[in-house]
């Protein structure tokens, strides 16, 4: 117990923490981070209704627009949508879906890309040129556009039934296939460094089997920078996620993500139903601007050049 | 700098040569030809006939090289939903996300470059102060979110502008433009606007960034020095020199917006590349998606050269090494 309290206050007093406090909107990022993410994890126990059961809907009740607005009902904060769901509690599932697509796809890009650049830095020679020459190709073509590709494809392949059920992990590879080069670039050049260094050669000598050297002792020096891109690559992720569900190739209506919800609102728009959408994006824009801003601030921070 | 100019050719050509066997792949094993064409009542000695006289006995290399000749002439079938060559659906729908396109890039040139060297030369001015704050929020509001909060408040709201289409358009030769008519010109203001507002907030931020850069550079005090006006100095001198990222950066640009337009001609109904391509793949049309990523893998590569030419052009130093 004092040894937790110990490394607690160890952790409280480091640098980063000390620059944490001294950057007010990266408390504010890590806040409403911490916040959305609490909902979205505890979404079954606090959202005020459950979206997802028809045997709780209530036709009589939908379309009802925010309670403050005149026919607004208290019992439904943020209105409801045409099926009779609370908007609000359908935001909490909503942001639970699209934090899941977009941890998952980061770490899937992370999990190639960190593979791929380790073994393109660790044999040189033409594997390298080979994996670095496939990046190169991918990188001319947006991420966006490469995602839309493999899910529009994936899609058209599939019958209807088995389209619903591979959705949420077809979304995840594609995704994931379509952002591993950043990582697989940072990692290699790291790897082509730390390599010759002495404590590599050290292990070589004590005949250290070269793929326990690569990941036991080259992988964790390269690990650094990897996390800021991919706390970068977290807000991309989900905004891609939400760009392929408004288009209609991602999440399906019945597990909707925030971008779900928006394509179901923006069919809606024109006749005045606003909150709808408006309230998923809402929701949506805070979610990537706090990532984006606590990203920005862990790469300033994590900078030796800025210290 | 003929070397250069080589490799660069190098690498378009590897790009274009995995686009055309990933086009090849889609367009010949995801559709199935035969049973588009004769239907799923056909006997199996009509299939195999129509088979032979397609090419698909032939070994894969062989069709992937028919497919390379066909596709160098524009030849990609027809497609599976409309019946129509697929050539023909997409010189339809070409111009209007071009026109969409080419109206957002001017416009986030036209906006950002000024807006960026206002805010590098007075950076404690109130006014850039709110521009940076606009750029931020421009930067972070997804692109559909935006379009949508535009139809919110001028079409459902104000009335003013039709949620929808392009207007009236204007046919000259195969080619038609909204530009000509006033319903045309009306029915491209949101779209664009949709389109501009990321490229215009990014392209401010980095002529911003850039220019402060330059502009404590030891040759800019000289030309100060030298008592050149401020004028000069700011706009010959500083703004040239902060401009090379500012091209790389607005020729991928032009890329991404490509893939964004689909976005922005969902939200719109906008009768482009984007809605053919998502209807593509809502009915399986696989000639169509085959032929879009071509069509567009072949664009990137060309904007990727032309980007890189520009360079070599302005840049005297690349040319040297």
Redesign the interface.
Known sequence: MSRTLASLRAAMDSDLAWRFRQSPPAMVAATLLLVMVVCAVAAPLIAPHTPFDPGTLNLMDSRLPPAWVDGGMLTYPLGTDEQGRDVLSTIFYGMRISIAVGVAAVLLSVVIGVTLGLVAGWCGGWVDAAIMRLGDVQLSFPTIMIAFFIDGVAKAVMPPDLREMTRFYVVIFAIGIADWVQFARTVRAATMIEKNKDYAAAARLSRVPGLKILFAHVLPNTLGPVIILATLGLGVAILTEAILSFLGLGMPPTQPSLGALIRVGNDLLLSGEWWISMFPGLALVLLVLSVNIFGDWLRDALNPRLK | MIAIVLRRLG?VL??ML?VAALSFL?FNF?GDPVNNILGVNATLEEREALRRALGLDQPTWVQFWHFLERAVVGDFGISYRNRQPVMDLILSRMPATVELVLCATVLALAVGVPMGVYCALRPRGVLSRVLQMVSLIGI???Q??LG??L??VF??ELRWLS?FGRGEVVEIGWWSTGLLTDSGRKALIMPVLTLAVFQISMIMRLVQGEMQEVLRADFIKFARARGLPDRAVNLRHALRNSLLPVVTVVGLQI??L???A??CE??FQWPGLGLL??Q???Y???PV?AAY?AL??FG??MI?LTVDMIYLFIDPRMRRK
Do not use: R, T
Request: proline share 2%; no cysteine.
């Open positions: 690498s590897l790009v995995v889609i995801l972070s509001i997804p559909f979110l949508m909060l139809i919110l079409s459902v949620a890329g991404a490509i893939a964004f689909i976005v969902a939200v391509i998502l593509a793949i809502e399986a049309d696989f998606m990523l567009v893998g990137f590569a990727n």
